[in-house]
């Protein structure tokens, strides 16, 4: 078994950083040493692994912390693989410090049976960079699919994805029924896209009114407004805490939201909120420059609604950061508003994206490590991931904090090219990257082997 010691690095987990160590066993994490418990890189016992272990890298004045969990990105495989795949985007995905994912499954067909989403794991087999999991999809028609695998197939899918907002793939559930019956399922975390359907439409139908065939960009948080937002979270948040639902709020991007679900929590504390980098960078001001690149579901808003989910992000109020990773080629995007897609290529950047705010906002690296892995794997109930833990399978990111980015075309792994943070800089370097136990990332440049495994969910 293979032994690799990390030394003089920033240890950082969800409760602790400090100056420490992590050993490597094989594919697992054999121990977590901090300075303060007398386990620092001077002690005997690290000491004792800088000589005997048969790799011990020096990692002085850089982070090391548990590899990030997305549970919220759309691979596009299969169907759509000329925008993304499994393979091209997962290699991405490690550039920017995460090491699992979970699929959503909106793709060609939509992962809506326990059959399709086995297919979809034979895709990803001995090709993901990261290792891997995908959401089942609801329709207003296979609620008694997703009470049985609930039941009897829990191990094999991370959550019930729910369109109360329709989005690319038309998975709109719009059923009461439904809704409720799939808000009393049990064992599994409900996570829920909330727009306000009829809201959109009414407002769509205003700005072509306005504007006729020339709706410019700036007005897509007018039609996917904030009204379409709270009266849908508002809906799921109300059955969430009558029927004791595992509920995760997705990609919230309002202030209102945010104090509503805070609220709600205290009558069902398994309510949680999800919110993704894009909306902790850009705001409404941005749409002139960025126009479709900036278009994703629900809209950007204010800068006021960025502040707030900044401050949410430092207090907990934010439980998680899904990147909502949504490619298309830029020739789809290009087209007006009504034609361009929403979504945005941001995986290879989330991790970035949180130290510069981080930095900006003076929030701990211990909330970090909090939203980026080890509450993600909690919620989901991914067994043994997410923490830098002994037993814990070693996926781990080694980030250079002090080093600052300009993001460019070049650097970019995304299948369709492009990036809404082209020009941005950006704190902390990804260098290293340990996918169950082996080097995936090294001097910033992903191997060609894929070393990412099924996810196992409890």
């Known amino acids: 078994m293979k032994h690799t010691l990390l030394y003089g690095g920033t240890v950082v987990t969800g409760k602790k950083c400090g100056p420490g160590a992590v050993l490597i066993a094989g594919d697992r994490i054999a121990g977590v040493y901090f300075?303060?418990?007398?386990?620092?890189?001077?002690?005997?016992?690290?000491?004792?692994?800088?000589?005997s272990a048969d790799e011990a890298i020096d990692v002085t004045g850089k982070i090391v912390m548990a590899g990030g969990i997305d549970t919220h990105v759309h691979f596009r495989e299969p169907g759509m693989g000329h925008k993304a795949d499994i393979e091209s985007e997962s290699r991405a995905a490690l550039l920017g410090g995460v090491t699992s994912f979970i699929d959503m499954p909106n793709t060609r067909p939509a992962t809506v049976s326990l059959e399709l989403l086995e297919e979809k794991a034979a895709m990803a087999e001995g090709r993901s960079h990261a290792n891997y999991g995908f959401h089942l999809g609801a329709t207003n028609d296979n609620l008694k699919e997703l009470e049985q695998a609930a039941a009897s197939q829990r191990e094999k899918f991370g959550g019930i994805k729910v369109f109360m907002?329709?989005?690319?793939?038309?998975?709109?559930?719009?059923?009461g029924k439904t809704l409720e019956g799939i808000f009393s399922i049990k064992g599994k975390p409900v996570l829920v896209h909330c727009e306000d359907e009829q809201t959109i439409r009414e407002?769509?139908?205003?700005?072509?009114?306005?504007?006729?065939?020339?709706i410019p960009f700036r007005a897509h948080p007018e039609i996917r407004s904030r009204k379409a937002c709270i009266l849908s979270s508002v809906k799921a948040l109300e059955l969430a805490m009558e029927k004791g639902t595992a509920l995760h709020l997705l990609h919230v991007s309002t202030e209102e939201e945010l104090k509503m679900a805070a609220a709600a929590k205290s009558h069902n504390p398994q309510i949680t909120v999800e919110t993704s980098a894009n909306y902790l960078w850009f705001c409404d001001k941005d749409y002139d420059r960025l126009g479709s690149r900036l278009k994703c579901n629900p809209a950007i808003k204010?800068?006021?609604?960025?502040?707030?989910?900044?401050?949410?992000?430092?207090?907990?109020?934010?439980?998680?950061?899904?990147?909502?990773?949504?490619?298309?080629?830029?020739?789809?995007?290009?087209?007006?508003?009504?034609?361009?897609?929403?979504?945005?290529?941001?995986?290879?950047?989330?991790?970035?994206?949180?130290?510069?705010?981080?930095?900006?906002?003076?929030?701990?690296?211990?909330?970090?490590?909090?939203?980026?892995?080890?509450?993600?794997?909690?919620?989901?109930?991914?067994?043994?991931?997410?923490?830098?833990?002994?037993?814990?399978?070693?996926?781990?990111a080694v980030i250079d904090p002090a080093k600052e980015t300009e993001v460019t075309k070049e650097e970019l792994l995304y299948k369709c090219g492009w990036s809404p943070y082209e020009g941005c800089r950006l704190k902390g370097k990804v260098?290293?990257?340990?996918?169950?136990?082996?080097?995936?990332?090294?001097?910033g440049m992903v191997t060609r082997k894929p070393y990412g495994r099924r996810l196992i969910f409890g």
Not at 203 to 214: C, I, T, V
Request: aromatic share 4%.
């Open 35 to 51: 300075e303060d418990d007398g386990k620092g890189e001077d002690s005997a016992e690290t000491c004792k692994w800088k000589e």
């Open 165 to 175: 907002g329709s989005s690319t793939g038309n998975m709109l559930v719009d059923s």
């Open 203 to 214: 407002n769509l139908a205003k700005a072509g009114e306005r504007y006729g065939d020339d």
């Open 302 to 396: 204010s800068a006021r609604d960025r502040q707030a989910l900044r401050d949410g992000l430092k207090s907990g109020a934010v439980d998680t950061i899904g990147s909502d990773h949504a490619p298309h080629l830029p020739e789809e995007k290009d087209g007006g508003y009504r034609e361009a897609p929403s979504g945005m290529p941001s995986i290879q950047h989330t991790l970035p994206v949180l130290l510069t705010v981080a930095a900006e906002e003076d929030i701990p690296l211990t909330r970090i490590a909090e939203a980026f892995s080890e509450k993600a794997a909690e919620i989901c109930h991914i067994q043994e991931r997410g923490r830098l833990q002994p037993g814990c399978f070693a996926d781990i």
């Open 431 to 443: 260098e290293t990257v340990f996918v169950n136990g082996e080097k995936a990332v090294q001097d």
